[in-house]
Nanobody
């Protein structure tokens, strides 16, 4: 059974940085592309970033472009989200997500993903 476990969230001041991690178990990370989403209080879950199966290409939501970086270490079965220049509007629960095996590229639609982590809270204070 595929499981995704996020970590690295916390409380940070405006302008600060955090690095989120997502460890995948139950299958090799290299089997698929990966994505990050977030959900702020009272809002729908939204796409943040995605990375292709072997890390050759990435895509970002406009709201985080230039500030966030998604990366992966297939040897460690871990996907990362480096978040810099954080703003209060980045406050949300952040989720790691994966499609079925052998899907090489994913985008911003939740329907593309089959597995989700439990989420990790990120709070940015002003």
């Amino acid at each position: 059974q595929v499981q995704l476990v996020e970590s690295g969230g916390g409380l940070v001041q405006t302008g600060g940085s955090l690095r989120l991690s997502c460890v995948v178990s139950g299958r090799a990370l290299s089997r698929s592309a990966m994505g990050w989403f977030r959900q702020a209080p009272g809002k729908e879950r939204e796409f943040v970033a995605a990375i292709t199966r072997y890390g050759g290409s990435t895509r970002y939501a406009d709201s985080v472009k230039g500030r966030f970086t998604i990366s992966r270490d297939n040897a460690k079965n871990t996907v990362y989200l480096q978040m810099n220049s954080l703003k209060p509007e980045d406050t949300a629960v952040y989720y790691c997500a994966a499609p079925n095996s052998f899907v090489a590229s994913v985008g911003p639609r939740e329907s593309e993903y089959n597995y989700w982590g439990q989420g990790t809270q990120v709070t940015v204070s002003s």
